[in-house]
């Protein structure tokens, strides 16, 4: 099946420093790919929207100058939590449909668990 | 309100209990819908499409009812290993295609 490929799976920062996370589909193109973000005991929180060659769209209350979306190819998004704090710690998710397949199920990336200390 | 609602949970119940989820979506103009099985601390992973006319995948029974907005999962003669949290996903086209989670209920299978 589609495959999905996050890394890094986890990384520990101190506080201050950006952080970049990449989401590649493997075997199949998508033009759009979906940034999440799970704290404990929560579910997935959609964060933002990632469109090939255009800009994301960030749902309401994330700070798009934080977090950092690049879509610059049809097999990959970048994440990066600028100047991260605490707060940020948290497991994000990304995950990309096949490009255009109706009904097609959500592939996931492994998750990247950030700890920023 | 929110998008996808789901039953709060967590559902503790014995090995071989019948169990069902409910599932609630506001946008009339949801395609698909889905739910998902996670771990802890892992990804989560598609259990199975749910479809108008119903479908089912062994023990698991998903419904679908258009009209009404509302989304089912059925689990019979529950495992432990069915302990995970399922998560009600419904795709949408809100000028683009939009996943969107259930909050998720938490099930215990307990011996």
């Known amino acids: 099946g589609a495959v999905v490929s996050q890394h890094p799976s986890w990384v520990i920062c101190k506080s201050g420093t950006s952080v970049k996370i990449e989401c590649r589909s493997l075997?199949?193109?998508?033009?759009?790919m979906f940034w999440y973000r799970q704290f404990p005991k929560q579910s997935l929180m959609l964060m933002a929207t990632s469109n090939e060659g255009s800009k994301a769209t960030y749902e309401q209350g994330v700070e798009k100058d934080k977090f950092l979306i690049n879509h610059a190819s049809l097999t990959l998004s970048t994440l990066t939590v600028t100047s991260a704090h605490p707060e940020d710690s948290s497991f994000y998710i990304c995950?990309?449909?096949?490009?255009?397949?109706?009904?097609?199920?959500?592939?996931f990336g492994q998750g990247t668990r950030l700890t920023v200390v | 309100r929110k998008e996808v609602e789901q039953d709060p949970g967590p559902f503790n119940v014995p090995e071989g209990a019948t169990v069902a989820f409910n599932c609630t979506y506001s946008n009339s103009a949801s395609q698909s819908f889905f739910w998902y099985r996670q771990d802890c601390r892992k990804e989560p992973k598609l259990l199975m499409s749910v479809y108008s006319s119903g479908n089912e995948d062994g023990r698991f029974t998903a419904q679908l009812n258009r009209a009404s907005q509302y989304i089912s999962l059925l689990i019979r003669d529950s495992k432990l290993s069915d302990s995970a949290t399922y998560l009600c996903?419904?795709?949408?086209?809100?000028?683009?295609?939009?996943?969107?989670f259930g909050a998720g209920t938490r099930l215990f299978v307990k011996a």
């Open positions: 995950s990309a449909r096949d490009t255009g397949a109706l009904g097609a199920e959500a592939f």
């Open positions: 996903v419904v795709v949408a086209n809100t000028g683009g295609f939009k996943t969107i």
């Open positions: 075997d199949f193109q998508a033009t759009t």
